[in-house]
């Protein structure tokens, strides 16, 4: 699971494995350590119609509906956005990149892009 955070702009980006495991255990979490502290990130299903998210004590966890999950996982829907007041809210599925890369991208979903790209 990676995170972008721009402005009032919060992006989850999700790996295969990240989408399954969300769907099966309903929650997945990591953190970030900063010396003495860390900055956790997690996603959560909820039975709400809508994305939405909280900070508090240097967690900051993205709600999603268990039913986006499950659209995430089982159809061709790159990701679901949403606003809530001023911070824009996106979680999508993380693309194999179409340009070389040292990072392992085994479990990242085959680009869509990546026919027209050759």
Do not use: W
Request: aromatic share 8%; charged share 30%; with cysteine.
């Amino acid at each position: 699971m990676k995170i972008r955070i721009k402005g009032n702009s919060l992006r989850y980006r999700l790996t295969k494995s990240d989408v399954a495991s969300i769907i099966k255990n309903g929650r997945l979490e990591e953190r970030t350590e900063f010396g003495h502290g860390a900055l956790i990130y997690a996603l959560q299903t909820t039975t709400d119609y809508d994305l939405s998210a909280t900070y508090h004590d240097n967690r900051i966890t993205l709600f999603v509906p268990h039913s986006m999950m499950e659209r995430l996982a089982n159809t061709d829907e790159v990701g679901f956005e949403s606003g809530q007041g001023k911070l824009f809210l996106l979680v999508e599925k993380d693309f194999t990149c179409l340009d070389n890369v040292d990072e392992d991208q085994s479990d990242n979903y085959p680009n869509p892009l990546a026919e027209k790209a050759k």
